[in-house]
């Protein structure tokens, strides 16, 4: 099973500063690699899959990067809105897995 | 646009059957490219993909469940259910139902979710 660690586990930011989320897979995922944003009480939402292109719907401030082991989601200037949970989550080697999520609060 | 709706007991007895249904509304569950899948989330805590199945049936379930799960898709009611049996308290969750796309080796993610729906597993 590939393992996804994201860092850091929490990220306290204010408004308007840059965020920066990582992902780093135990093994190559190649591309398939997507990230979720998670609020409290809803389901997760995709952002970004095959690792660097943005859902349909999704702020340009959200930013997805990297190939293999490493992958970063990057975003630009951070709005209220953006403060939730975020996980990646790998489609390369079933089991499919999810990284353990990373906190994104306000400082 | 495509939506998905979980249906099911919200509490279940250990050792029986949890059984969930995703209805799938605007558009149709045999569309080539989806992979109808379920997830769960343990109460604060991460995500873990319990299994899909594709509209010709074909399944895949997470090693970590195998011998409990079982998947099913109804195409003429453009539904597909989860079945896990001898289910514990360690399988109380939120459980969701989602869309995965993969298409020609292109990965275009889990793009339409349902609510979810909370199940707990007490006596």
């Known amino acids: 099973e590939i393992v996804l660690t994201q860092s850091p586990a929490t990220l306290s930011l204010s408004p308007g500063e840059r965020a920066t989320l990582s992902c780093r897979a135990s093994q190559s995922v190649h591309s398939y690699l997507a990230w979720y944003q998670q609020k409290p009480g809803q389901a997760p939402r995709l952002l970004i899959y095959?690792?660097?292109n943005r859902a349909t719907g999704i702020p340009a401030r959200f930013s997805g990067s990297g190939s293999g082991t490493d992958f970063t989601l990057t975003i630009s200037s951070l709005e209220p809105e953006d403060f939730a949970i975020y996980y990646c989550q790998q489609r390369s080697n079933w089991p499919y897995t999810f990284g353990q999520g990373t906190k994104l609060e306000i400082k | 646009q495509v939506q998905l709706q979980e249906s099911g007991p919200g509490l279940v007895k250990p050792s029986q059957t949890l059984s969930l249904t995703c209805t799938v509304s605007g558009g149709s569950i045999s569309s080539g490219g989806y992979y109808w899948s379920w997830i769960r989330q343990h109460p604060g805590k991460g995500l873990e993909w319990i299994g899909y199945?594709?509209?010709?049936?074909?399944?895949s379930y997470n090693p970590s469940l195998k011998s409990r799960v079982t998947i099913s898709v109804d195409t003429s009611k453009n539904q597909f259910s989860l079945r896990l049996t001898s289910v514990t308290t360690a399988d109380t969750a939120m459980y969701y139902c989602?869309?995965?796309?993969?298409?020609?080796?292109?990965?275009?993610?889990?793009?339409?979710w349902g609510q979810g729906t909370t199940v707990t597993v007490s006596s």
């Open positions: 095959d690792a660097s």
């Open positions: 989602a869309r995965d796309v993969f298409v020609v080796a292109n990965y275009y993610g889990m793009d339409v």
């Open positions: 199945i594709y509209y010709s049936g074909s399944t």
